[in-house]
């Protein structure tokens, strides 16, 4: 029992834990905005008197289709999608390049394999092939 504990209290799944829970919050939030804000928009300007989409439907042999209910739904899955991009991928992308930049002072590409190996390597781990020393002045500085 003492190793569920250790498990349930580990950073990583109260971190995830408190995620779930703001993702859940934000993505009503987004369907909030979508219904009470986008669509009415959207109705407005395209000169619609129902701006509710999820109202929006039509039928083929009794069967309804409720066209409307998605489009709602796809203009909330753009929108999360949008912000995930602009607020997660993006500054998560500059980081890593920001850390990246010092790791091209450390390592050189091999001309036979074009992979990345150390600055002051002789043979190259992934090819064997010889590699031509650098001169210690022509090094860069460590």
């Not at 829970?21 to 928009?41: E, I, K, M, N, R």
């Not at 091999?110 to 650098?134: N, Q």
Request: proline share 6%; aromatic share 10%; with cysteine.
């Amino acid at each position: 029992m003492g190793g569920f504990k250790k498990f349930l209290m580990r950073g990583n799944l109260v971190e995830l834990a408190v995620a779930v829970v703001v993702g859940a919050t934000f993505s009503g939030l987004v369907q909030a905005l979508v219904a009470d804000l986008v669509t009415p928009l959207i109705g407005a300007v395209t000169g619609g008197k129902n701006p509710d989409f999820s109202k929006y439907s039509f039928t083929v042999n009794g069967s309804v289709f409720k066209y409307g209910d998605f489009v709602n739904h796809l203009l909330a899955f753009l929108i999360i999608a949008a912000v995930i991009y602009w607020l997660v991928v993006m500054p998560m992308t500059r980081l890593i390049s920001f850390f990246d930049r010092d790791k091209a002072s450390t390592e050189k590409q091999c001309p036979e394999c074009l992979s990345d190996i150390p600055v002051g390597a002789r043979r190259c781990a992934f090819c064997t092939a010889e590699l031509a020393m650098v001169p210690a002045d022509d090094r860069p500085p460590a």
